[in-house]
């Protein structure tokens, strides 16, 4: 049956009607995407994400579903954690960590050249802030340090998790390098190559981007991988990670990518629909699952998030079928061969009993979130990425 399958989804991936990359390192996407776009200017190349979902890009704070988020005048905001606490600059043109009514802490803020600029807020309360060649952390009791490099001038921190780890690099961006919570600095080795240390999670594994090579992982007690166990040369670039297990990035100039836990993972070919939307960068992603970058919209370059609409959230939906028979109308959250042969030899003879249903998807999607009694070429592609994903519910 699987090799059936395979020959006519070949088929109809050769016939225009399903566009689907297979092989290594990319697979189908088992998650679906809703994209949503955000109207400031498209120059931002340091995004903050929260775990709420706010993005911060250029100074300007987006909510998603709600709008703009107008900051405290004289204020502009570089970093929001979910609880509402901001870092950023002052009218004075001090650093300052501070809730929307109230300036917690205020200090000289670091970089004055900020050729290259970053902070990040965590929902505990540790807040970093990265200039040009120096980077502070200031702890949820409202105490900042500078990050040391022994022997060098400074380092950039890119990120900092909840107890106050954080990792960057030195030495002109090629070499990686994490800080420990009392502030003991480590390079981190990159086997024959060099690297940036992009993100980290709570329980301080690095997310590395590493020269010519594909994206990698380190934590002090655990060493060096390579995310996909090969290791083979792809020139990907990562970025960005969540404390599930998932790494964001993209490959060449614009083939932006998710790590779904067993492979790469194409962004473009998850979109639930498209809608005019082509994902070129993946800069950011939370817990939720949220993304956020640059986006190509009717030709246009725009800032955008991405929300999950399900992950495996697909099933066979029949209409008109007997009752209690096969593909009733009642999804059983699996995905199978069959639901799949279903489909296509439906798509193919024109029989309309079948349609694609996923679950989590907008309220009143009448393609993706209730049946509408259509067979079409995307809900094949859609099963075909499910079933070769191995999603089961």
């Known amino acids: 049956m699987k090799n059936e399958l395979a020959k006519a989804g070949a088929a109809l991936i050769a016939a225009g009607a399903v566009s689907l990359v297979q092989g290594q390192p990319f697979g189908a996407c088992p998650i679906g995407y809703v994209v949503e776009g955000i109207p400031f200017p498209h120059t931002a190349l340091y995004f903050n994400i929260a775990e709420n979902g706010i993005v911060i890009a250029d100074n300007r704070m987006w909510e998603p579903g709600v709008g703009e988020i107008i900051p405290p005048e004289g204020f502009r905001p570089y970093a929001v954690n979910s609880n509402g606490l901001m870092a950023g600059s002052g009218a004075d043109g001090r650093f300052e960590v501070r809730t929307h009514d109230t300036v917690l802490a205020s200090f000289d803020e670091p970089g004055a050249a900020n050729i290259r ?22 702890s949820p009791d409202l105490v900042m340090r500078r990050l040391e490099v022994p022997d060098r001038l400074g380092g950039f921190a890119n990120s900092i998790n909840s107890h106050g780890q954080a990792c960057g690099w030195f030495g002109g961006g090629t070499n990686a390098a994490f800080w420990d919570s009392d502030g003991t600095f480590y390079e981190i080795p990159i086997p024959d190559t060099d690297g940036e240390a992009m993100d980290i999670d709570d ?12 994206p990698a992982l380190w934590s002090l007690d655990g060493g060096f991988r390579h995310i996909e166990p090969s290791g083979e040369e792809y020139n990907f670039h990562g970025w960005s990670m969540n404390q599930l297990g998932n790494y964001v990035g993209w490959a060449g100039p614009i083939v932006p990518w998710v790590w779904t836990g067993s492979h790469y993972s194409l962004m473009n070919q998850s979109l639930v629909d498209s809608d005019g939307w082509h994902i070129q960068t993946t800069y950011g992603i939370n817990d939720a699952g949220q993304i956020c970058g640059h986006a190509n919209y009717n030709g246009e370059l725009w800032l955008y998030i991405a929300h999950p609409v399900g992950l495996c959230g697909a099933d066979i939906t029949t209409t008109g079928a007997p009752i209690g028979g096969l593909g009733s109308g009642v999804p059983d959250g699996e995905i199978t061969a069959t639901d799949l042969s279903f489909f296509v030899n439906g798509w193919i003879v024109g029989d309309s009993v079948g349609d694609v249903t996923t679950r989590n998807a907008p309220e009143g999607d009448p393609m993706y979130g209730e049946p509408d009694g259509i067979v079409t070429a995307a809900d094949i592609q859609y099963y075909v990425n499910m079933w070769i994903s191995g999603c089961s519910g």
Not at 117 to 138: H, P, Q
Not at 203 to 214: D, E, M, W, Y
């Open 117 to 138: 600029f970053r902070a990040k807020a965590t929902d505990n309360g540790w807040v970093l802030i990265s200039g040009s060649m120096e980077s502070f952390v200031v």
């Open 203 to 214: 329980s301080g594994l690095v997310l590395l981007n590493v020269r010519a090579l594909a």
